[in-house]
């Protein structure tokens, strides 16, 4: 059905009318299975992205000051692991986290912590390579400045995040898609468990494997419908921001 | 401790900056005092901007020391008894009271005392309506104004502008030098540096004459406009061109 | 500045704390299972009369048979439920699971094209329809991801005397995934696979295949539970995990195992015998 070859975009289409259906009945019905996944999975994504701001933010612009011998190299490294395979995260997590690894005492393993700590690893790089450049860039201008009126580096590092953070906006958001995108790094250390671990993507990857396409899109359709969501509340947020502080 | 002790007279000896191969300041020795504003003059690329950063100590020269009141810059409390004002100013995101209490929190002042003394000096530099504003919405004439205020609220002994007209229109211009003026007035030293001969004629009762690196000459104003001593510098006086 | 990131700081790692691991008051086991089981649909329907009766809370990670016995000797899960009897013995005589017991079986079945291009339709054979998928040189499925599934196939074709890694260019792919998946490839390209009843009962995803042989004893496919051996990770909960365990052998689990259908038609069949004593 869904994979005919060309010139059938009419089944394709009626692909997507199905899947768009379940989705809205599942909407509107309320179903509480639905409301479940979909709040697990804004509390896994929003905690990652939180955490992962709160580390890489400051990260990304001690990074732009700092001068040290290896300093490219990590640039590099950070920029290489914002494109990080989520699969090898969750494999690198699930070794840490499992009973017969190092972390295993703290009972993480395949609780919405182990998903949230997962998402972090993989969301830090990006907030803090995009919130590197920005910062060096920002530097360039306010360095002399800055040096002028007594800031030693770290005071600049937080200036000139606060400064930014109009433009940092974007770099978080950045980093809020890649998590509630993902799935391979959450679906081994959560271990897609109903009522606990399951979210949005997780589930659509079960619904997929099970068959059930017009499910699993209209899974999707929900997801992408919260993305727009939760972008479209920061665009409006950050606007009303610039207004105020010019 | 050493608030009882002047960072002037500023003292240059043998001071020299080169890169990429040149020798972009040359041999530069000469004492400025307290009192007398100084400008310094010459053509462009005679390395009027270097200088003035060499004093303030954004660079480090190659040769020479730079002595404020007999102490190096390495002293924090010697930078901090003076102010920069460049030509562009770097306004902060934020409101114009906070960029003058900005510069005060760096200085250790508490939050309370900041915004007081913010306000008093916005009311020196005329921009005490504008203090709730976004300091980016402010025209280029008034950002200058702000960053001035910003100085001033630190009381330094000696400001140091470069060019700080350079790129604004008359009036702004006249606003701007109207503030220097008052500066000066209350007692901080001006160092300026300017490549406008009008504004020189303006302001200056002493002025440094920088060509190609030298100094080529340090003397009172009304002589340097008169009677030059070098060839260069009067007719520099003369608006020509020099190479 | 410096107290906005502190505060920041504190709020995420309270969210992640709160949010985290699992409290030890909650009563609870994981049981490593597999897809198929899970996609079958039978935890859905089984677990909540256990938690009803005992008040224990089973939460099951589905993956591969293969990951399923990894995740018992590395002690991540309390309960190892799968359909593989060698790799089952195996998993007990390394000492890694204890007390197994054979609790309940389902069937395979091949499914493939309506169009039937091996002629294997009418066949009780499951080895000889190998032999003819393999003369043929249809298109056939492997999940390849060491699952039980995936063990009985190769089963098969040892049996049949083929070796698909030298016989198998160009017919025998190998998808590396789960059940569902493979069916949807198969769907897709017209090709034979090997499949398990409850899967494919609840595949609603069929295009143009349709069961092809099925009913030998040779596709039986029998269940066993076992608990993690506790001697290697004091972790496990035995009192709850061997409460699930007597459950799916009891009288009252084994009818409930019974009583789970699909369109009216019984899925697995309890065959649990307690040992002579």
Not at chain 2, 38 to 46: V, Y
Not at chain 2, 80 to 93: E, I, K, N, T
Not at chain 2, 140 to 166: F, I, K, N, S, V
Not at chain 3, 193 to 209: H, I
Request: net charge positive; hydrophobic share 50%; charged share 20%.
């Amino acid at each position: 059905m869904a994979l005919d070859n060309f010139g059938c975009g009419g089944a394709l289409m009626s692909d997507f009318t199905e899947a768009f259906a379940t989705a809205a009945r599942l909407v509107a019905a309320g179903d509480p299975e639905l409301v479940a996944i979909v709040l697990l999975s804004l509390r896994v994504s929003l905690s990652a992205v939180l955490l992962a701001a709160v580390l890489g933010l400051p990260l990304g612009a001690l990074l732009a000051l700092a001068r040290f011998p290896g300093r490219t190299g990590i640039v590099v490294l950070l920029n290489a692991f914002m494109g990080f395979p989520p699969v090898i995260a969750g494999l690198v997590f699930y070794l840490l986290l499992s009973r017969a690894g190092p972390l295993g005492s703290w009972g993480l393993l395949f609780t919405p912590g182990a998903m949230i700590v997962a998402q972090c690893a993989l969301v830090t790089p990006i907030i803090a390579a995009l919130t590197r450049q920005l910062i060096e860039d920002l530097w360039l201008e306010y360095r002399e400045q800055l040096k002028s009126l007594g800031a030693s580096r770290l005071r600049a590092a937080f200036t000139l995040l606060w400064d930014a953070r109009l433009s940092l906006g974007t770099a978080v958001l950045a980093g809020f898609g890649r998590a509630s995108a993902e799935v391979g790094a959450i679906i081994i250390v959560g271990g897609n468990i109903s009522g606990v671990t399951r979210t949005m993507t997780t589930a659509i990857a079960l619904e997929t494997s099970k068959g059930d396409l017009s499910l699993a899109l209209g899974l999707g359709f929900v997801l992408l419908t919260l993305t727009l969501a939760v972008n479209g509340a920061t665009q409006l947020a950050s606007e009303a921001l610039r207004r105020r502080a010019g | 401790m050493h608030g009882t002790s002047s960072i002037l007279p500023l003292r240059l000896e043998a001071l020299s900056f080169a890169a990429g191969g040149q020798r972009l300041i040359d041999g530069i020795s000469a004492t400025l005092e307290a009192g007398p504003r100084t400008l310094i003059l010459g053509p462009n690329g005679a390395g009027k901007s270097l200088l003035l950063r060499l004093c303030h100590g954004l660079i480090a020269p190659s040769e020479g020391r730079v002595l404020w009141g007999g102490r190096p810059l390495g002293e924090a409390w010697v930078r901090r008894r003076q102010a920069m004002v460049f030509q562009h100013p770097v306004v902060l995101r934020r409101s114009v009271r906070a960029n003058v209490a900005y510069g005060l929190a760096l200085v250790g002042v508490s939050r309370r005392e900041r915004n007081k003394q913010a306000e008093e000096a916005l009311a020196e530099v005329g921009l005490s309506a504008l203090a709730d504003r976004p300091a980016r919405a402010l025209s280029g004439g008034e950002r200058q104004r702000l960053a001035l205020a910003r100085a001033w609220a630190l009381h330094p002994e000696a400001m140091l502008l470069d060019e700080p007209t350079a790129s604004l229109d008359p009036a702004a211009t006249r606003a701007v030098e109207k503030v220097i003026a008052a500066f000066d007035m209350a007692g901080t030293k001006i160092i300026m540096t300017t490549h406008d001969l009008g504004q020189a004629r303006r302001l200056a009762d002493d002025v440094l004459f920088l060509h190609k690196g030298r100094l080529l000459e340090h003397t009172p104003a009304q002589q340097f406009f008169s009677q030059a001593t070098t060839a260069e510098a009067r007719a520099y006086v003369a608006g020509e061109l020099l190479w | 500045m410096t107290r906005i990131f502190m505060w920041l700081l504190a709020a995420s790692f309270a969210a992640v704390t709160l949010s985290a691991g699992a409290r030890a008051d909650e009563k609870f086991i994981t049981v490593a299972s597999t897809t198929s089981t899970e996609n079958s649909g039978l935890f859905g329907y089984l677990l909540p009369a256990f938690t009803k009766a005992t008040g224990i809370e089973v939460r099951v990670v589905a993956v591969g048979t293969g990951q399923a016995l990894k995740l018992g000797e590395r002690g991540d899960a309390d309960v190892v439920f799968v359909h593989d009897r060698e790799a089952e013995l195996k998993f007990v005589a390394a000492g890694y699971g204890v007390g197994r017991r054979e609790v309940m079986y389902n069937d395979f079945i091949i499914v493939g094209p309506k169009s039937d291009p091996a002629r294997v339709v009418g066949t009780a054979d499951a080895v000889g329809a190998f032999k003819k998928i393999a003369a043929a040189k249809a298109i056939f499925l492997s999940r390849g991801d060491n699952s039980g599934t995936n063990a009985e196939e190769l089963r098969l074709w040892a049996d049949a005397g083929i070796d698909v890694k030298k016989e198998g260019q160009g017919w025998y792919r190998d998808t590396g995934s789960g059940m569902g998946a493979t069916l949807n490839t198969a769907a897709g390209i017209g090709g034979y696979t090997l499949a398990d009843r409850g899967t494919w009962l609840s595949f609603k995803n069929r295009g143009d295949l349709a069961i092809v042989v099925e009913g030998d004893k040779r596709l039986f496919n029998q269940y066993g539970v076992m608990l993690v051996n506790p001697a290697r990770h004091p972790s496990v909960k035995v009192e709850w995990g061997q409460a699930f365990i007597d459950w799916l052998t009891s009288a009252s689990g084994q009818q409930t195992i019974a009583g789970y259908k699909i369109n009216g038609e019984q899925l697995f069949f309890p065959n649990y015998k307690p040992p002579s004593s």
